[in-house]
């Protein structure tokens, strides 16, 4: 019988960390096999970013935290292995030129292309030496010994053994691109705890039939906040709108500033700037992106609720003061046509009847405390959630391997020697905006340099 074919390291997922630590390893001279189920690699990076692939952000190293609230010490080691712009200056020597989005901060490929990116990654796993085995999934990986590094993985095809073994096979978003969590029950047989997976960067559901009726409106500036409900609830308007406008004006100022770290108002859970789109289902875009976690997190999505500020550079009190000065010079006009322009006519109408006040209503009979309530909807406007769209329409997964029992300064696993993880894997998850890419492309580097 036929001794199983060896390697010093195989790695497991042909995703944005594996194919970059495939080939870092065997430019160090490692005997390396790259596995992937799929019959291509990269599939998750082709549909990235409306396939265009936000490979990174264009920001430093402490940028990049940021992202990852308490999650950011972990990646200190990785970020100091290969940086956002050692990113940038890696495609670049590919031959991918890339450019910085205007007003985001997004690193696209000049060509907006992920195909681009895929090609460049496959092309240096390939110039490596590295043996990439396309359409060949694991179905188990063992160790050899219980005492020792090695590791014994059963393909379809074939059994293999390795002295190291580097799992980048991600999380359970984007199910159709392979990414079904096999990695999860491999790493809980080796030892591992999983923290619960759940969606990430995934559009939000509502079943309030309002939400429903703005499908196709877009608010290119909107802060979004997921709010405790009961705490909200039991609150009532203890604390105004103008604090909670306050409060994230202080900190709020453009998309990329929010940050998890930051002491929140009472009750909010996230809060962050950006752009929403109302959808048929509910909320998409950036904004509402970024606070999925949150939602998702929550045993029961009607745990909590959102509260949205259309007019974000406008405090409560500024916006109360200009609809009183707007009726004194025109009393005749309807109440809607009070609002700011850039609030769509079909936004305005839900706005007055959320805030219980018709909106044909003339200025002139517009009272003290129906402005009031009328600024105070506009500046934390309720939006039911009923959950979110899931994994399939998930960008990133939130949850995964435990960052305590993985060593940052190299990406070993704390309890099985020889035993790496990069990526999606790991309980890692970023905003919007390239970062989990990032993390992805920087902890396969440094699981590479390190085994």
Known sequence: MNSPEHYELIVVGAGAAGMLAAARAAERGKRTLLLEKNRK?????????????????????????????????????????????????????????????????????????????????????????????????????????????????????????????????????????????????????????????????????????????????????????????????AAGTAQSAAAQSAAAKSAITKPRGNRRGRQLPPGILIERRGAVLFTHLGLSGPCPLDVSREVTKAGDPRSVVLLADFLPDVSERELDDALRQSAERDGKKQVIGLLPEILPRRLAEAIFAQAEIPHDRRAAEFGKLERARLAATIKQMRIGVSGSRGFDKAEVTAGGVALDEVDSRTMESKRVPGLYLAGEILDLDGYIGGYNFQAAFSTGWLAAESV
Not at 146 to 157: E, H, K, P, S, W
């Open 41 to 233: 690699p990269g599939v998750k990076i082709l549909i990235s970013g409306g396939t265009r692939c936000n490979l990174t952000h264009d920001c430093d190293a402490r940028g990049i935290l940021e992202a990852f609230g308490s999650a950011a010490p972990f990646l200190h080691s990785a970020l100091a292995a290969l940086s956002p712009t050692e990113v940038v200056e890696l495609f670049h020597a590919e031959g991918v030129p890339t450019y910085v989005e205007a007003g985001t901060g997004k690193v696209f490929p000049l060509s907006d292309r992920a195909l681009d990116v895929a090609n460049a990654l496959t092309r240096r796993v390939q110039r490596s030496g590295a043996v990439m085995a396309l359409g060949e999934p694991v179905s188990a990986i063992e160790r050899t010994s219980v005492d020792q590094a090695g590791f014994r993985i059963v393909t379809l095809l074939r059994t293999l053994t390795c002295d190291k073994l580097l799992i980048a096979v991600g999380g359970k978003s984007y199910a159709g691109c392979g990414t079904t969590g096999d990695g999860y029950a491999w790493l809980a047989a080796l030892g591992h705890s999983i923290r619960k997976p759940r969606p990430a960067l995934v559009p939000l559901t509502s079943d309030e039939p309002w939400v429903r009726e703005l499908s196709g409106i877009a608010m290119p500036d909107t802060v979004l906040r997921v709010a405790d409900a009961a705490l909200i609830a």
